[in-house]
């Protein structure tokens, strides 16, 4: 897709340029869903408030990471045992 891309010069004066840009479907869907409903964007900041953006507890990150357990090689299964042993 080609479309003309906004930016400014040195001197602070808008300028275009037209230049190849790959947009995919999913980005286009989705710029198209939020220019055809802007409440979304509204929604979409507070919702990530409500999961995201939050304090952080420096004593209970510190906490959790002392008490992760050693991760081994291969999660899914366990390891098989070596022939004879």
Do not use: C
Not at 13 to 26: G, L
Not at 55 to 78: H, I, L, N
Request: charged share 35%; proline share 8%.
């Amino acid at each position: 897709m080609i479309r003309a891309l906004q930016s400014r010069s040195p001197r602070g004066e808008k300028t275009s340029t037209i230049a190849m840009v790959y947009e995919s479907e999913a980005t286009r869907f989705l710029r198209d869903l939020l220019d055809k409903h802007p409440e979304l964007r509204e929604l979409r900041s507070r919702n990530r408030a409500t999961w995201w953006d939050r304090p952080q507890d420096m004593e209970t990150r510190s906490e959790r990471e002392a008490a992760k357990v050693p991760q081994g090689d291969y999660v899914y299964f366990p390891r098989p045992k070596a022939p004879g042993a």
